[in-house]
Nanobody
Framework: QVQVAESGGGLVQPGGSLTLSCSAS????????MNWYRQAPGKERELVAT????????NYADSVKGRFTISRDNSKKMVYLQMSSLKPEDTAVYYC???????????WGQGTQVTVSA
């Protein structure tokens, strides 16, 4: 069964940093595209970052570009989202997703809450 699971969320002060982790199982991790999404209360779901199978190509939403970094470790079947210079607007539930090819419905994790507040 294809599964992903997020961890690492929590409360952080504005300007602070936090790293989210996503563990994967049930598929050939190195052959799948990995993504991070987020959804804040009252807002539409937003694609935050995506990373290709090798980790050499990455894409970011304009809202996080320069502050967030997506990475993956295929040997550990893990994907990460390093977040810095966090803003209250970054407060959301963050989800890890996995796709075998682009534009197909991905497999989602349960989400992890990130709250940026003083």
């Amino acid at each position: 069964q294809v599964q992903v699971a997020e961890s690492g969320g929590g409360l952080v002060q504005p300007g602070g940093s936090l790293t989210l982790s996503c563990s994967a199982s049930g598929f050939i991790f190195s052959a799948w595209i990995m993504n991070w999404y987020r959804q804040a209360p009252g807002k539409e779901r937003e694609l935050v970052a995506t990373i290709n199978t090798t980790g050499h190509r990455k894409n970011y939403a304009d809202s996080v570009k320069g502050r967030f970094t997506i990475s993956r470790d295929n040997s550990k079947k893990m994907v990460y989202l390093q977040m810095s210079s966090l803003k209250p607007e970054d407060t959301a539930v963050y989800y890890c997703t996995a796709r075998p090819v682009p534009h197909v419905n991905g497999t989602w994790g349960q989400g992890t809450q990130v709250t940026v507040s003083a």
